[in-house]
């Protein structure tokens, strides 16, 4: 939790009762005032236009890999001053999500948001075998509105017993039962908290970087050479199409430690001369364990 003499606002992909709203409540606390954005683009102009002191976007899943949408913003705005002030890692805990007179047997189909049918494949696979329709939904808590909703946007619909994976918290006090889907893989997402801040000097930092490479063989090597040789640790990497022509790819990395490093400054301008152009997102603490 972070403790600031002011109320700030968190600007977060919503709507309320989401994995993303629960993560920013646990990093800055309840005093903070939350603003709920229906998009990854709307939760950067928020904190771009200061409509926010705080965003918080999620990036990566422990399970199914990458956020794609909170890759591609960055990618298509390289020149904006949002930069990373630090990561949460928030266990992502999925119900099933139904009506009390809807048995597992009757459900018919299952509204949630792509990632979450994603993460629970197995699960619907074991517990829910007969043929089921997957329907997506924009997030979790919209899944669980869309149970509530169903017979009446519905009525025709063949689909008349449905349900949602979500949030325990999105069915309490709606007349909808939660059974927890049981999984024995860590299943975990990394959020970001964008800001136009320099966040705190921590004990432990990581640094992401955004980079594109000149279209020549051993590029990537190359790029990566200079890390191997200050013995820095890479985290991460991921690649994203450039989207200006094919087959050219956007490259993101993340490593321990902090910018200003002397190690870390001689790797970035050994980089330098290996890319089209380099950003660095932010140096930030590292989400505690």
Same mark, same amino acid.
């Given at each position: 939790?972070v403790?600031?003499?002011?109320?700030?606002?968190?600007?977060?992909?919503?709507?309320?009762?989401?994995?993303?709203?629960l993560a920013?409540?646990?990093r800055?606390?309840?005093?903070?005032?939350?603003?709920?954005?229906?998009?990854?683009?709307?939760?950067?102009?928020?904190?771009?236009?200061?409509?926010?002191?705080?965003?918080?976007?999620?990036?990566?899943?422990?399970?199914?890999?990458?956020?794609?949408?909170?890759?591609?913003?960055?990618?298509?705005?390289k020149?904006?001053?949002?930069?990373?002030?630090g990561?949460?890692?928030?266990?992502?805990?999925?119900?099933?999500?139904?009506?009390?007179?809807?048995?597992?047997?009757?459900?018919?189909?299952?509204?949630?948001?792509p990632?979450? *049918?994603?993460?629970?494949? !197995?699960?619907? #696979?074991?517990?829910?075998? %007969? @043929?089921?329709? &997957? =329907?997506?939904?924009?997030?979790?808590?919209e899944a669980?509105?869309?149970?509530?909703?169903?017979?009446?946007l519905?009525?025709?619909?063949?689909l008349?017993?449905?349900?949602?994976?979500?949030?325990?918290?999105?069915?309490?006090?709606r007349?909808?039962?939660?059974?927890p889907?049981?999984?024995?893989?860590e299943?975990?997402?990394?959020? *970001?908290?964008?800001?136009? !801040?320099?966040? #705190?000097r921590?004990?432990? %930092? @990581?640094?992401? &970087? =955004?980079?594109?490479?000149?279209?020549?063989?051993g590029?990537?090597?190359d790029?990566?050479?200079?890390?191997k040789?200050?013995r820095?640790?890479?985290?991460?990497i991921?690649?994203?199409?450039?989207?200006?022509?094919?087959?050219?790819?956007?490259?993101?990395?993340?490593?321990?430690?902090?910018e200003?490093?002397?190690?870390?400054?001689?790797?970035l301008?050994?980089?330098?001369?290996?890319?089209?152009?380099?950003?660095?997102?932010?140096?930030?603490?590292?989400?505690?364990?």
């Open positions: 939790m403790a600031h003499a002011t109320m700030l606002t968190i600007a977060y992909l919503g709507p309320e009762h989401t994995n993303t709203h920013a409540q646990r800055f606390g309840t005093r903070s005032r939350y603003a709920h954005e229906p998009t990854v683009d709307d939760v950067f102009s928020a904190v771009e236009r200061r409509r926010a002191d705080y965003g918080v976007v999620p990036v990566e899943n422990s399970l199914e890999g990458a956020v794609t949408h909170t890759l591609d913003r960055f990618i298509d705005f020149d904006s001053p949002v930069r990373i002030a990561e949460i890692e928030f266990p992502i805990r999925h119900y099933l999500v139904r009506p009390p007179s809807a048995t597992l047997s009757s459900i018919q189909a299952v509204y949630s948001h990632q979450a *049918l994603a993460q629970c494949r !197995r699960w619907l #696979r074991a517990h829910l075998a %007969h @043929k089921i329709v &997957l =329907l997506e939904t924009n997030s979790t808590a669980v509105d869309a149970v509530l909703s169903h017979g009446r519905h009525p025709t619909s063949p008349k017993h449905v349900a949602a994976i979500g949030r325990e918290e999105a069915a309490r006090g007349h909808l039962a939660a059974v889907i049981a999984d024995d893989r299943n975990k997402t990394r959020f *970001l908290i964008l800001s136009l !801040r320099q966040p #705190r921590g004990r432990r %930092h @990581k640094t992401s &970087l =955004l980079f594109a490479l000149k279209d020549r063989p590029a990537l090597s790029a990566l050479t200079p890390f040789r200050e820095i640790n890479l985290t991460k991921e690649s994203r199409p450039s989207k200006k022509k094919a087959w050219e790819y956007d490259f993101f990395i993340d490593f321990a430690g902090h200003s490093e002397p190690q870390v400054k001689r790797a301008r050994a980089l330098q001369q290996s890319t089209l152009y380099l950003r660095v997102l932010g140096s930030y603490p590292t989400a505690k364990a």
